[in-house]
């Protein structure tokens, strides 16, 4: 008896003898995605993904703004407080982004440090 070659379902001419560990559709080295828990094909990680993504449109402005208006407020004070701004800074940039992570609701986007940093850099101007 013997056994029908697989091949991937994404290039039909690629013979393979991987699956997705989630979905069981063949896969090839070049569409196999490491994860800590095996290989997956690369729809099953976009869709794991997309669960983690859950900020909404209002989020990217308030975090923008927030930083803006934290970054901005913390370099005025950094006039007073002069060398000692230096031993502050970390603390002060660490409630900035808790106050962030406040505002949007905990909720979560790969954009959302960048549209945060815009804002920092705003704030700076």
């Known amino acids: 008896m013997t ?3 697989l091949v991937c379902a994404n290039h039909p001419g690629r013979e393979t003898s991987l699956r997705c560990n989630r979905c069981g559709k063949p896969i090839c080295g070049q569409c196999a995605v490491r994860t ?3 290989y997956r094909c690369t ?3 976009a869709g794991q993904q997309k669960i983690f993504d ?3 449109w209002i989020d990217y402005p308030l975090a923008g703004i927030v930083t803006a208006l934290g970054v901005g407020l913390a370099l005025l004070l950094l ?3 002069g060398f000692w701004g230096l031993f502050l800074a970390p603390v002060v ?3 900035l982004a808790e106050i962030v992570r406040w505002v949007v609701r905990r909720r979560r986007s790969r954009r ?5 940093l815009a804002g920092g850099v ?3 101007l």
């Open 3 to 5: 056994d029908a070659a």
């Open 36 to 38: 800590p828990v095996g």
């Open 43 to 45: 729809e099953c990680v």
């Open 54 to 56: 859950t900020a909404r």
């Open 79 to 81: 006039g007073f407080i």
């Open 93 to 95: 940039g660490g409630g």
């Open 112 to 116: 959302l440090p960048w549209v945060a």
């Open 122 to 124: 705003l704030g700076m």
